[in-house]
T-cell receptor
């Protein structure tokens, strides 16, 4: 099993550009989520999904969109990147009643 | 609202010495508590979790944590640290079957020879 796979590992964007961060899991987990990690702030929840076709907002959803068309994939879209979105992004998944499994992260810089 | 406080931003410990990382949480119901570890450039790895039962929980890599409801704490301990324990440690709280975890800001552990 590959676990939770995130691509790309690194990305540099200019302000106003759009992009999609990819996340895939091969564990058939119902739950998937996106967090951002900023120094001194821990991880903050952006969006999450409890199953295919179902998504909801977390603590810091503004500027991000998600969709969940399959159990395996949960992409995160930045529609118009801003410098405040410079961060490390983590995707996670979990089965019912279990702990989150995290990917290795995507480091995004917006200039 | 749920929240987690890790009072220590940075801890330096000598190799072979004991380590204790503090975690205080705020949660309205029975909490589901976690400790994760993050090595540089890596994702988060689960060290241990607590939901119910014995309040002293054993995890991987020789770590343990004790849940104290009266103090709203879930401190992480290791009797003898190794150089490979240098990393950032995160405490998190949530509810069983509600995966919206709240994370603390993290504690960075430096191990000196």
């Amino acid at each position: 099993n590959a676990g939770v796979t995130q691509t790309p590992k690194f990305q540099v964007l200019k302000t106003g550009q759009s992009m999609t961060l990819q996340c895939a899991q091969d564990m058939n987990h119902e739950y998937m989520s996106w967090y951002r990690q900023d120094p001194g702030m821990g991880l903050r929840l952006i969006h999450y999904s409890v199953g295919a076709g179902i998504t909801d907002q977390g603590e810091v959803p503004n500027g991000y969109n998600v969709s969940r068309s399959t159990t395996e994939d949960f992409p995160l879209r930045l529609l118009s990147a801003a410098p405040s979105q410079t961060s490390v992004y983590f995707c996670a998944s979990a089965e019912r009643g279990a702990a989150l499994h995290f990917g290795n992260g995507t480091r995004l810089t917006v200039t | 609202a749920q929240s987690v406080t890790q009072p220590d931003i940075h801890i330096t410990v000598s190799e072979g010495a004991s380590l204790e990382l503090r975690c205080n949480y705020s949660y309205g119901a029975t909490p589901y508590l976690f400790w994760y570890v993050q090595s540089p450039g890596q994702g988060l790895q689960l060290l241990l979790k607590y939901f119910s039962g014995d309040t002293l929980v054993q995890g991987i890599k020789g770590f343990e944590a004790e849940f104290k409801r009266s103090q709203s704490s879930f401190n992480l301990r290791k009797p003898s640290v190794h150089w490979s324990d240098a990393a950032e440690y995160f405490c998190a709280v949530g509810a069983i079957d509600d995966y919206k975890l709240s994370f603390g800001a993290g504690t960075t552990v430096t191990v000196r020879a």
